[in-house]
């Protein structure tokens, strides 16, 4: 018998060792050999352990029966259960009476009495559980760390994140930007102001660690482009942050306009002029308009809003007004006439609300108010294109009010 656990002992340690040799040889494979194929491997090195712990199964039991140990009582008892029984210990009560073991220790006798079977059903549970655990985080590596979770979750929050800030006035840039002139702009502008540029530029724009905003002097120049990119950008080498990470370009448009708004007001221990005296060029307005708030309501005009709209005309519109605006069913987009008025507020309105009578779809219920947004300046990019094979005028020629 002696020989025979040697001989078990062996064949373990050549299992283990050809487990880690299968595993060394998936490890280094793992750039040439497909991911069934590992798979196939792992079975076969689980198939092998399996077979060896039969074996030793098999091995115990012929022991036993060479020794007579199954004609005790307790061993009777135990081969007369079912596989059931045996394996989750399932059970009726009535039935303790037949599980005594005839053993007698001062006259006490004893219940062959396991756990409940929850208990077992939870404990083979937890076993499984194990093993598949086991094997998909250290066996195959399917399975993502917690890093990799964790990393994996900040990229959703990041793409999130810049979702949020397209949606809220992503298509405002220093190339774009405009001074806002309503109250609740500016009142946006100073609470922002307030919580992170009071610091260093002090109350109401007067200047201490940081310049004077309320003259007209300026290191990097004045006017809502220049101020804009200097709170997106930051001034690196002078200490100034870099807003853009913090800060929606519409904030920055806001705290931008509330600075604006400072110029002239000469509050009290203001800090002396730095800089050069900032002068507008001729002709240069960087005050929204009526038109400007009309077309950031209506309209995004930027370049990829416009790209972006042209994608959803080309899925939707294209099939009535034809390619590039052309008109087919649909009238001609890209002259001055237009049945139901021109500019961005109408044409906005109209593929919003649809024209019924007409047969032209609502598109409001379809498309979120930024795609509506973004369609509308793409057909509003199309005037004057002149397609070829373009639909002829229909409707008035739209002019805009003075």
């Avoid at 092998?48 to 022991?63: A, C, D, I, M």
């Avoid at 990041?158 to 298509?171: V, Y």
């Avoid at 309209?299 to 087919?328: F, M, P, R, W």
Wanted: charged share 25%; aromatic share 10%; proline share 4%.
């Amino acid at each position: 018998m002696k020989i025979m656990k040697n001989k078990i002992a062996l064949a373990v340690i050549a299992m283990l060792a050809s487990g880690n040799v299968f595993a060394q040889e998936a490890e280094a494979a793992q750039g040439g050999l497909s991911e069934p194929l590992l798979w196939i491997i792992y079975f076969v090195v689980a198939l092998l352990f399996l077979v060896t712990y039969l074996l030793y199964k098999v091995t115990v039991s012929l022991k036993k029966y060479t020794k007579g140990a199954y004609e005790t009582d307790e061993q009777k008892m135990y081969d007369s259960r079912s596989t059931w029984e045996k394996i989750f210990q399932v059970k009726p009560v009535g039935t303790d009476k037949d599980t005594i073991i005839n053993e007698a220790h001062d006259g006490i006798y004893e219940l062959d009495n396991p756990p409940p079977p929850w208990f077992m059903f939870l404990f083979y549970g937890t076993v499984l559980f194990a093993l598949i655990y086991f094997v998909r985080y250290s066996v195959t590596g399917s399975g993502p760390t917690q890093e990799e979770e964790y990393l994996a979750e900040m990229e959703v929050v990041e793409g999130e994140k810049s979702a949020s800030l397209e949606s809220e006035g992503a298509s405002v840039d220093e190339n774009s930007v405009v001074a806002l002139t309503d109250a609740s702009a500016i009142d946006a502008g100073k609470k922002i102001y307030v919580q992170n540029c009071k610091v260093c530029h002090a109350d109401g724009g007067a200047g201490s660690v940081g310049p004077n905003l309320t003259d007209k002097f300026w290191k990097h120049g004045g006017g809502a482009k220049n101020i804009f990119k200097a709170v997106k950008y930051g001034i690196v080498e002078k200490g100034m942050t870099a807003w853009q990470d913090n800060l929606t370009p519409e904030m920055m448009q806001q705290v931008t306009s509330y600075i604006i708004s400072l110029e002239g007001t000469n509050p009290a221990n203001a800090k002396g002029p730095e800089g050069d005296e900032w002068i507008p060029t001729e002709g240069e307005d960087e005050t929204a308009t009526e038109e400007d708030a009309e077309a950031a309501t209506y309209a995004l005009t930027e370049a990829s809003d416009i790209d972006a709209g042209k994608k959803i005309y080309v899925q939707n519109c294209k099939v009535c007004h034809g390619k590039g605006g052309a008109g087919t069913v649909g009238p001609n987009l890209t002259d001055e006439f237009w049945k139901h008025g021109g500019g961005a507020e109408n044409v906005h309105n109209v593929i919003k609300e649809g024209v019924l009578d007409k047969g032209m779809t609502a598109w409001g219920e379809n498309l979120t108010p930024e795609q509506l947004q973004q369609v509308t300046g793409y057909v509003l990019s199309l005037e004057g294109t002149n397609p070829e094979g373009a639909k002829a005028a229909e409707g008035e020629k739209w002019a805009p009010a003075d």
